[in-house]
């Protein structure tokens, strides 16, 4: 599976099944978390075969069901923290979906459960993401237009609205796609692209925010413009 295909096949699943990590996953995980909190400056950590940090009410709210691995998105406190948890996160997410793992962005619906992370004085937790086998690949939800979240026409670059195409397709708390993407044209041999956040009472919009730009780049080409 491509990292376009499981853009395209991933979403969220809160029920897993009994079946561990294997050992190769587990392995295989490790070491692109290693790459990637050395990219983006985080503490990421995968924590296998702990089943406690969704046993309890939250996570039965949360309609969490069997998770028995998860990923601890921390990282130095700073203003962009969120933004780079979700931008890595997610390429940790579609990682995960290639390797015929199933996950979910976990912002509340779980404990913290001590010693089965280690974190600096100046760290904290941003969200867990829940990993396993899922009952079943999810289902798909309601996206908006391309329309309501871009200023791409037929006058704007294939590439943008590809990229705004695979960016409806992130993850988002409660599906709120509180997100946009403008197309500012073409500036010292560079074709530009401001992404932005919009408000919800709920939250969570800078990590939302890093995961469609993360969508957003894939779809579109890393090569073909940069984000100001």
Known sequence: MTIQEAIESRHSVRAYTSQPLSGEAVRELREKIAE??????LNIQLIPNEPKAFQGVLARYGKFRNVNNYIVMAGKK?????ERVGYYGEQLVLFAQTLGLNTCWVGLSYSKVPGTYVLNDDEKIACYIAIGYGETQGVSHKIKTIGQVSNATDKTPVWFEKGVKAALLAPTAVNQQKFSFEYLGEENNHHQVKARRGFSVIGYTQMDLGIAKCHFEI??????FVFI
């Open 219 to 224: 779809g579109a080409g890393k090569e073909n």
């Open 36 to 41: 990637l909190n050395g990219e983006g400056r």
């Open 78 to 82: 700073a203003d962009d923290l969120d």
